[in-house]
């Protein structure tokens, strides 16, 4: 398949996990990929075995809104436009509430909210001229509460709204803005959380499909939304979820009563 030929895209977060997954994806579908993160050997691991001369990798933090301009400018120059922004960069801290310092809110804040805003503020422009598309990682933390997530929910919550306002005001100029709101994804920063068996059998019980996400299935939805078939799909916040959002958050009464 090689139906992004000639696209070129940018994706943040793109060391590890859903964002190298993509990274890849795109890729192997013949665009031309900016890689973002901060750690640029891993970013070079994304890409080892791949075209490297379709492949820009362009390490930076970017909750530094001097950084992404030059994320944007480089780009663009590199490639000559941009058609695809694709804002995967983020983090969670998990903790009580009251035990969530002003250091700890803000760094979530900065990393999951703030680069958003600031990678779509700098490619609006060149975008409107490609009749371009964004894709936002939001979460199912986006969209709900959770124990002891309360400033990755602040933050997620924020990119699913800030996604739908977008969509309304630039759907009509001709860029498509979506979010895509995976669940539990296994990745490098579950690892240790996949280790408490607790944790795993509670995941089971809640989703329909009985198992974390892949990286790549994530990946797959993405590439979708920045696709012509999704050509019409503009503020939409898609679960990738596995079922989760299907539960009305009731017991599954066939487990606790022996009827399943």
């Known amino acids: ?64 809104e001097k950084y992404v301009k030059h994320l944007i400018e480089d780009t663009v120059r590199k490639f000559g436009k941009l058609d695809v922004l694709v804002n995967n960069a983020g983090m969670a801290s998990f903790g009580p509430f009251e035990k969530c310092t002003t250091e700890e ?28 598309s964004i894709i936002n990682l939001s979460s199912a933390s ?28 630039y759907g009509a100029r001709g860029v498509r803005i979506n979010a895509v709101a995976p669940s539990f994804t296994s990745t490098d920063a579950t690892v240790e959380l996949e280790k408490v068996q607790g944790v795993i059998d509670a995941f089971r019980d809640r989703l329909p499909i009985g198992r974390a996400a892949k990286p790549d299935e994530i990946a797959g939805v993405i590439a979708f939304l920045a696709s012509k078939d999704a050509i019409f799909v503009n503020g939409v916040v898609l679960p990738v979820d596995g079922g989760l959002g299907a539960s009305n958050g009731q017991p599954n009464f066939l487990s606790i009563l022996g009827a399943g």
């Open 1 to 64: 398949m090689n139906r992004f030929k000639d696209v070129v895209v940018i994706v943040t977060g793109a060391g590890t996990g859903i964002g190298a997954a993509t990274a890849r994806r795109f890729l192997k579908e013949g665009a031309y990929v900016t890689l973002n993160g901060r750690r640029e050997p891993k970013l070079k691991e994304t890409v080892a075995d791949l075209d490297a001369a379709k492949a820009f990798v362009h390490p930076g933090d970017v909750s530094d």
């Open 142 to 169: 986006g969209v709900g509460g959770d124990w002891g997530l309360s400033a990755y929910n602040a933050a997620k919550g924020a990119v699913t709204n800030f996604t739908r306002a977008l969509a309304l005001e």
């Open 105 to 132: 809110w803000r760094k979530t804040m900065s990393i999951d909210l703030d680069s958003v805003y600031f990678c779509c503020r700098e490619a609006l422009p060149h975008l409107l001229k490609t009749e371009g």
